[in-house]
């Protein structure tokens, strides 16, 4: 920072040192949000791209990419890639809606959380393609900011049915057979989606029990405890869940002997991390998750998707009351044997991400 000059030095993949206006202090409202747009045009502009309708609307990206042009930045890309063009345009919808956005969501971070299928919908994700396939990114806690450990990818038909529903409101579209489930679907173009089926819900529900609910004065993520059938394993990146590390942990032990782990996809991981997670129980609830295992084997599930057995009900219900007896010092056991290991190194136990929980996720006044 050059506080004498009011300039910031930036530097664009190493290759041309620049200048741009000096970043507001988050207590101007307005002119935090003048600049955050600046700093969006100046970037489109970098990263090679037009935003000729961003431009047209907005004052300060338009002055961002302008001012960006003038300084002859070097581009980094000719075409931007879409994990570049994705990244914009949810800086731009942070920016619309004054919604906190972290630092840490970049092209990198959007590249480790891609998945190549939806996890709610199971299809094969587009780009670009201008179909419900295509792929979103979502912000799970709604009321919470863009962070690292606040977003998932997904279909945007998937995306479009979360809407801004509450888990409590999803998890009971997926396990509440009094629910009604929503019937209609519609984009904001007025075009109509399918709507989601229960059992698309409760993927769904899996999804947004790892969302982020509270924080400390410090921004340390207090670990989700939200407690769902884990009929999906997580998508990358999320928070740990132990209810779902447990569900998962049961799966693979059932299901093992019966497929020898050639099916299932933690097969090379799940020995180890099943030991270290059992580990910090007592000798009673390592009998008792015995006899959900030993339940969980005569139960009908498809063998290529051990988690899909926790669409039993009367299993989960057993698991329910498995998870209800674990006191709260041997839940701090199990995430200190997992966090010594190498099983969660893409989806750490505590992350400190100004989400805003607090203020909905809305910038802080």
């Known amino acids: ?40 045009g100046w970037d ?46 949810l800086r731009l919808n942070a920016w619309l809606r004054s919604r906190q956005f972290n630092a840490s969501v970049n092209e990198d971070f959007l590249r480790q959380i891609d998945v190549k299928y939806c996890p709610v919908t199971l299809e094969l994700l ?23 450990s606040n977003l998932a990818i997904m279909s945007t038909r998937a995306n479009v049915a979360k809407a801004n529903y509450s888990y409590n409101k999803i998890h009971g579209f997926a396990h509440n057979p009094d629910a009604n489930i929503p019937e209609e679907l519609y984009q904001d173009d007025g075009n109509s989606l399918v709507p989601l089926t229960r059992v698309e819900w409760a993927r769904m529900a899996v999804i947004c029990s790892y969302g982020p609910s509270s924080q400390d004065d410090d921004g340390i993520l207090s670990l989700p405890s939200r407690v769902t059938p884990c009929v999906i394993a997580p998508p990358p990146c999320l928070m740990s869940s132990i209810p779902n590390m447990l569900q998962m942990v049961i799966a693979y032990k059932a299901n093992f002997s019966k497929s020898h782990g050639i099916n299932f996809a933690f097969d090379k991981r799940m020995k180890g991390f099943s030991d270290l997670l059992i580990k910090g129980m ?30 039993n009900k009367a299993l989960f219900i057993h698991f329910l009351e498995f998870f209800r007896n674990i006191n709260e010092e041997e839940k701090a056991l199990m995430l200190n044997h997992i966090s010594k290991s190498q099983f969660l190194s893409k989806s750490k136990l505590d992350r400190t991400e100004r989400l805003n929980l607090d203020n909905k996720g809305y910038i802080s006044n």
């Open 282 to 311: 007592s000798p009673l609830h390592r009998k008792e998750l015995n006899k959900l295992v030993s339940r969980a084997k005569k139960v009908n599930y498809n063998i290529n998707d051990p988690l899909s057995m926790w669409f």
């Open 44 to 89: 489109a502009y970098a990263s090679g791209m037009e935003l000729s309708g961003w431009r047209k609307y907005y004052k300060a990206i338009r002055l961002g990419w302008v001012a960006s042009s003038n300084k002859k930045v070097t581009q980094v890309v000719t075409s931007p890639n879409r994990y570049v063009r994705k990244l914009l345009k």
């Open 126 to 148: 587009t780009h670009g393609a201008m179909q419900p396939t295509d792929w979103s990114v979502d912000r799970i806690n709604n009321r919470g900011g863009y962070g690292v």
């Open 1 to 40: 920072m050059n506080d004498a000059t009011n300039e910031t030095e930036i530097v664009i993949e190493g290759k041309k040192r620049i200048t741009a206006p000096r970043r507001a202090t988050v207590g101007d409202e307005g002119l935090l949000d003048a600049k955050v747009a600046f700093d969006l």
